[in-house]
């Protein structure tokens, strides 16, 4: 079941609708990214009907699970997989990218939810910071695990991408172009998260090369 509902809310009104859908999300953290991504226009109804053809077309494929929540908010990152049984889009991914474009993102936000990244993430910080670790010791085992924590981040990114490379490709479409017109529209930074743009796109490329696809 599909279900995507287009919220035009304050962040605060917005978790709490989140919250009543979903009692297990967890609002600590979503509450920054939910008041983050309030501010573009609603999206239009086109885009809407769009976004719904193209889950369908995961979901028949086995790339989206059947019963995933889709939740569209107004503007902000591309895409978040919550819980495992959410997922986050924009409206500015509805605006501004091509169906194509959309269906690489969904299916690199499938491969986060199929490979329990969020969860993986937590577990690792879970076991490098214990509960019963006193305060006074959480500034310096978070610097200690900071790199490796990062590297974990990336390699999750990059691994997303093969992901949503895969599914294109198995679809029929020219993988490689659309994702790095997707990918050279923004900006060569590298983040706590995420790899820098030149390094997915190096990817990429030595993926299309691999499999002769350019």
Known sequence: MFRSLILALSGALAAACI??????????????????IMSAPRASAEATEALKAEVAQLQARGVIPADIDVLVLRNGPFGQVLNRELLVLSGTMLKDLSSNERVFVLAHEASHLKKADRESIRAFIADRIPSYVPYYELPRRSQEMAPEL?????????QADAFG???????????ARIIEALFSRYPDTESGT?????????????????????
């Open 19 to 36: 919250a009543q859908a979903h009692p297990a999300y967890d609002l600590q953290v979503a509450a920054h990214d939910v008041e983050l």
């Open 150 to 158: 990062r590297s974990m981040r990336h390699a999750q990114e990059l």
């Open 194 to 214: 995420h790899p820098a743009m030149s390094a997915r796109l190096q990817q990429i490329r030595t993926l299309c090369k691999a499999d002769r696809s350019c």
């Open 165 to 175: 490379y895969e599914v294109l490709r198995s679809m029929g479409l020219p993988a």
